[in-house]
């Protein structure tokens, strides 16, 4: 019966043992929060189980904003700036306080502010914001004589444009007509009405090709160059006044004529212009009253002496 006792009390150990250890190997339990996160170890009593007074460790963690209360918070600031400008917009676009009463043209000689205003296409009485810029600039520089235009709203009921025009340099003889042309080479206007400006002969540019708001063609483009050059060497030393034409036919030999003066000046090519027109101008001064030709239309570097030919 002893022995059977003491058997007994063996087994019980043992099984209290294997509790122990069992309980001694289990893993730690975690409990993870948004905010903490908290570790437990459990500990057996002497009966086997978990002890109540357990040993606590208490991590803090950094506390995150969730990203879609973020996303919100962006979504509605940007929906409320969005409403505003719409709400804004209505209010300019509808408003009677911005519909437009006056238009002011500047910078305009040649051609007059009410075909300006006109070719605008700008409505009186129609709202400011409804007329735009870069519409408005289209259709004035339908006019060739604009070669560039500005416009500002000027709140809240004007509208201000702004016009350069271009100059007419010279006059092509046509058939029966002149195209008049700036220094761009751009046809402007043609015409039967004469101006006291230069006419240009021996252009290429085709009758039929001569359009107005289009361009001479190459060719003409660069003799273009060449007379600027003549004209602006003469300017320089005050004959340009005298210049009625210049024949440009033959690019190896520019010829002036000064139709007042009763003088033909042969010019050569465009080689020492400055120079050339330095002897045109003292040779004038030397022949004052007598009709003839100038020659300075040869090499002036190997030699030739400019010289005037008396007309018989």
Same mark, same amino acid.
């Given at each position: 019966? &002893?022995?059977?006792?003491?058997?007994?009390?063996?087994?019980?150990?043992?099984?209290?043992?294997?509790?122990?250890?069992?309980?001694? &190997?289990?893993?730690?339990?975690?409990?993870?929060?948004?905010?903490?996160?908290?570790?437990?170890?459990?500990?057996?009593?002497?009966?086997?189980? !978990?002890?109540?007074? @357990?040993?606590?460790?208490?991590?803090?963690?950094?506390?995150?904003? !969730? =990203?879609?209360?973020?996303?919100?918070?962006?979504?509605?600031?940007?929906?409320?700036?969005?409403?505003?400008?719409?709400?804004?917009?209505?209010?300019?676009?509808?408003?009677?306080?911005?519909?437009?009463?006056?238009?002011?043209?500047?910078?305009? #000689?040649?051609?007059?502010?009410?075909?300006?205003?006109?070719? #605008?296409?700008?409505?009186?009485?129609?709202?400011?914001?409804?007329?735009?810029?870069?519409?408005?600039?289209?259709?004035?520089?339908?006019?060739?004589?604009?070669?560039?235009?500005?416009?500002?709203?000027?709140? !809240?009921?004007?509208?201000?444009?702004?016009?350069?025009?271009?100059?007419?340099?010279?006059?092509?003889?046509?058939?029966?007509?002149?195209?008049?042309?700036?220094?761009?080479?751009?046809?402007?206007?043609?015409?039967?009405?004469?101006?006291?400006? !230069?006419?240009?002969?021996?252009? #290429?540019?085709?009758? =039929? =090709?001569?359009?107005?708001?289009?361009?001479?063609?190459?060719?003409?483009?660069?003799?273009?160059?060449?007379?600027?050059?003549?004209?602006? #060497?003469?300017?320089?030393?005050?004959?340009?006044?005298?210049?009625?034409?210049?024949?440009?036919?033959?690019?190896?030999?520019?010829?002036?004529?000064?139709?007042?003066?009763?003088?033909?000046?042969?010019?050569?090519?465009?080689? @020492?212009?400055?120079?050339?027109?330095?002897?045109?101008? &003292?040779?004038?001064?030397?022949?004052?009253?007598?009709?003839?030709?100038?020659?300075?239309?040869?090499?002036?570097?190997?030699?030739?002496?400019?010289?005037?030919?008396?007309?018989?």
């Amino acid at each position: 019966m &002893a022995h059977k006792s003491k058997h007994a009390e063996e087994k019980n150990k043992k099984t209290k043992k294997r509790a122990v250890e069992n309980n001694t &190997a289990q893993p730690k339990k975690t409990m993870k929060t948004s905010t903490i996160e908290v570790q437990i170890n459990q500990m057996p009593n002497q009966t086997g189980q !978990p002890n109540n007074k @357990n040993q606590k460790k208490i991590k803090k963690v950094q506390k995150v904003k !969730p =990203e879609n209360k973020k996303n919100k918070s962006k979504l509605l600031k940007w929906f409320g700036i969005i409403g505003l400008i719409i709400v804004v917009g209505i209010f300019l676009f509808t408003t009677p306080l911005f519909n437009v009463t006056e238009i002011e043209v500047k910078g305009n #000689s040649t051609v007059n502010s009410e075909e300006i205003k006109s070719l #605008s296409q700008i409505k009186l009485n129609e709202n400011i914001f409804k007329n735009i810029k870069a519409i408005i600039k289209e259709n004035i520089k339908c006019n060739p004589y604009i070669e560039d235009v500005e416009v500002k709203r000027i709140l !809240p009921n004007k509208i201000q444009i702004t016009v350069q025009e271009r100059t007419v340099k010279f006059m092509l003889k046509l058939l029966d007509k002149y195209a008049y042309i700036n220094s761009q080479g751009y046809i402007l206007e043609i015409t039967n009405q004469t101006r006291e400006i !230069p006419i240009i002969e021996g252009m #290429s540019t085709l009758e =039929e =090709e001569m359009i107005v708001g289009k361009r001479l063609n190459n060719e003409d483009l660069n003799k273009l160059e060449t007379i600027l050059k003549i004209v602006s #060497s003469c300017e320089e030393n005050e004959i340009s006044k005298y210049i009625t034409s210049i024949n440009a036919q033959n690019q190896s030999e520019y010829i002036m004529i000064f139709a007042e003066k009763g003088i033909t000046v042969h010019l050569g090519n465009s080689t @020492n212009l400055d120079t050339k027109i330095l002897y045109v101008k &003292a040779i004038l001064q030397a022949e004052e009253g007598n009709e003839g030709d100038i020659f300075v239309n040869g090499d002036l570097n190997n030699g030739f002496q400019p010289y005037f030919r008396k007309k018989v």
